[in-house]
């Protein structure tokens, strides 16, 4: 599952092989499922496969889209340490999502946008604490 997403690295068995291991460290769960289909994992399980099938085309940018959909509040605190735990590595990381609390309690800058528009950005830290989206974004 996680080798289709190195495709175009198909010759490079080391990189592969260092890369699988990285991947393999985040999200140990899939090293013990390797042996399953995508189909039979969980939810969150599944996503961890999308995550690490993304990663192992050694990207510069990740991007990711609505990462904790469908799954359990635990669940997706775990999702967003690893997503953070991705970004510490240098990696960019693009995150689109409805959970703004969460999503910019692991970033580093932030956007929001209404209407396909965007109506504000600025570093999380600082979205986090104005009044106007903690109204408006965080339900505070």
Not at 34 to 52: D, F, K, N, W
Not at 90 to 107: F, I, K, P
């Amino acid at each position: 599952n996680l080798e289709v997403g190195a495709y175009v690295r198909r010759k490079d068995k080391v990189g592969l092989d260092r890369t699988l291991g990285e991947v393999y460290e985040l999200f140990p769960v899939l090293k013990k499922k390797a042996h399953m289909m995508g189909g039979l994992l969980s939810g969150g399980e599944q996503q961890m496969l999308a995550i690490g099938r993304g990663l192992m085309s050694s990207p510069s940018l990740l991007l990711l889209d609505e990462p904790s959909m469908g799954l359990s509040p635990k669940l997706t605190t775990e999702m967003f340490a690893d997503i953070r735990r991705i970004a510490n590595t240098g990696r960019t990381v693009m995150l689109v999502e409805q959970n703004a609390y969460a999503a910019l309690s692991v970033a580093d800058y932030g956007y929001a946008l209404e209407n396909g528009t965007v109506a504000l950005h600025g570093s999380a830290q600082k979205l986090i604490r104005d009044d106007y989206v903690r109204q408006t974004y965080l339900g505070a």
